[in-house]
């Protein structure tokens, strides 16, 4: 009597919408029920038999799920391990040539963008190591790009001091041509990175600041000389009308 209860109950389980979370919550809570009960006398062996069919048969989705999950973990821990091994293997053979800094952040890029874009999830602990793993790919990496980019760094800014220095360049017409190679450089001299924007621009703007104002220099050479040649020329237009109008006072005084 005492143990027909969690038998009833089992059954009434069965008879309901299969909720996994709640029978896998229900049906070691009603064996542990059983077992309580059964201490104050055994149940007949047709009721046992009767409650622990009810029992496996309520259990049985939760294994399927749980069987399918763990299958789902393990292929996705061995394609993520595959591809680990893939990255792995492809920065191996990027670290044993001369280095190409833009297929390396390219390379870099893609990993983050296919790890995120992977939705299936290995076990916790195989999930975190593997995540550990490319987390310390992405880590050689980053060390790689950030060296690059202090390298690409130093070469524009010896490019803006080398415009700053054309300021004080007495020959003008040597500064403009060197500061137009220099804006030519900076245009179409392949960057060994990509720098990040704020540092290029901030530096870019050193160097276009210097080379405006050797261009400055010049407009207003030429402005100055403009000027020049217009007052020679006004004062040569009025020598001339000088003499007209003494060659005219001359004839006429002859009249």
């Not at 008879?15 to 149940?43: I, M, Q, T, Y």
């Not at 999930?127 to 690059?148: N, T, V």
């Not at 030429?222 to 060659?247: C, F, G, M, V």
Request: with cysteine.
């Amino acid at each position: 009597l005492f143990a027909y209860g969690p038998v009833m109950l089992h059954e009434a389980l069965l008879a309901s919408e299969p909720d996994l979370a709640e029978r896998a919550r229900a049906v070691p809570a009603l064996h542990k029920e059983w077992k309580r009960l059964d201490a104050h006398g055994p149940a007949k062996k047709a009721l046992w038999t009767r409650f622990d069919a009810a029992l496996e048969k309520a259990y049985r989705p939760v294994l399927e799920q749980r069987a399918a999950e763990a299958a789902r973990q393990e292929s996705a821990r061995d394609e993520k391990t595959a591809q680990c091994e893939a990255w792995d293997g492809w920065f191996e053979k990027f670290s044993a040539v001369p280095p190409d800094y833009m297929a390396l952040a390219a390379k870099r890029d893609e990993i983050a963008a296919q790890w995120r874009s992977r939705s299936a999830v290995a076990g916790f602990r195989d999930e975190r190591k593997l995540r550990k793993r490319r987390d310390g790919l992405l880590k050689r990496m980053d060390a790689l790009l950030d060296e690059a980019q202090a390298k690409e760094a130093a070469r524009r800014e010896q490019m803006a001091i080398a415009a700053e220095a054309l300021r004080d360049e007495p020959e003008l017409s040597k500064a403009v041509n060197e500061a137009r190679s220099l804006q030519a450089r900076w245009k179409d001299e392949p960057a060994i990175v990509r720098m990040r924007h704020g540092a290029e621009h901030k530096l870019w703007q050193r160097c276009r600041a210097a080379c405006d104002a050797i261009f400055a220099r010049r407009d207003a050479l030429r402005d100055e000389q403009a000027a020049q040649r217009e007052q020679r020329e006004q004062a040569r237009l009025a020598e001339q009308q000088a003499r007209d109008l003494k060659r005219k006072a001359e004839r006429e005084a002859v009249l």
